[in-house]
T-cell receptor, first 115, second 113 residues
Framework: AAGVIQSPRHLIKEKRETATLKCYPI?????VYWYQQGPGQDPQFLISFYEKMQSDKGSIPDRFSAQQFSDYHSELNMSSLELGDSALYFC??????????????FGPGTRLTVL | AQTVTQSQPEMSVQEAETVTLSCTYD???????LFWYKQPPSRQMILVIRQEAYKQQNATENRFSVNFQKAAKSFSLKISDSQLGDAAMYFC??????????FGTGTRLTIIP
């Protein structure tokens, strides 16, 4: 079965640079979620989108922005990167229209390292 | 406040034995969804099992089962016939009805050959 795709898998940036993370949800899934997992920590919710509209917002810095496109893929844009942004960024997707609409399936994550 | 607590930072079990991971949570909601995810060394987040709070029957998935006690706000995971591939960080996770998942701090499970 198709899974959530994230790209790139690894990304190395310098401080103050910009990064863009991409997420392609499971086909026919309409909701996308972004989570940040720091070293040795549990994942923290950043933001979610349903049908291309922002549906919920967590502890996402103002330097970050995200959107969902017409093909349901999503991009997380991160500007003015700081050392503390180094983390594993997960995208998850779910479908509100089918069974188990609450179940989120995670992608493999993008490991961002800020030097 | 809606919180998820895992009080066992680390657990270990002999291969083929049974182990139970504990989880408690706090919420004033009556309808919510509970999950256990595992995160092996690859860091992939893998769904293990799902439970709906309005269902009294405990969920099972092959060797994995839960003991859901709604009144006690407890949601433990039992792994039977433990295998080496079960070694991972296990996160108790709750969707309190507001879309996002709230994670516990995780329990690192080691399987002893």
């Amino acid at each position: 079965a198709a899974g959530v795709i994230q790209s790139p898998r690894h990304l190395i940036k310098e401080k103050r640079e910009t990064a863009t993370l991409k997420c392609y949800p499971i086909p026919r899934h309409d909701t996308v979620y972004w989570y940040q997992q720091g070293p040795g920590q549990d994942p923290q919710f950043l933001i979610s989108f349903y049908e291309k509209m922002q549906s919920d917002k967590g502890s996402i810095p103002d330097r970050f922005s995200a959107q969902q496109f017409s093909d349901y893929h999503s991009e997380l844009n991160m500007s003015s990167l700081e050392l503390g942004d180094s983390a594993l960024y997960f995208c998850a997707s779910s479908s509100r229209g089918g069974d188990a609409t609450d179940t989120q399936y995670f992608g493999p994550g993008t490991r961002l390292t800020v030097l | 406040a809606q919180t998820v607590t895992q009080s066992q930072p680390e657990m270990s079990v002999q291969e083929a034995e049974t182990v139970t991971l504990s989880c408690t949570y706090d919420t004033s909601e009556s309808d919510y969804y509970l999950f256990w995810y595992k995160q092996p060394p690859s860091r992939q987040m893998i769904l293990v099992i799902r439970q709906e709070a309005y269902k009294q029957q405990n969920a099972t998935e092959n060797r994995f089962s839960v003991n859901f006690q709604k009144a006690a706000k407890s949601f433990s995971l039992k792994i039977s016939d433990s295998q080496l591939g079960d070694a991972a960080m296990y996160f108790c996770t709750v969707n309190f009805g507001n879309e996002k998942l709230t994670f516990g701090t995780g329990t690192r499970l080691t399987i002893i050959p």
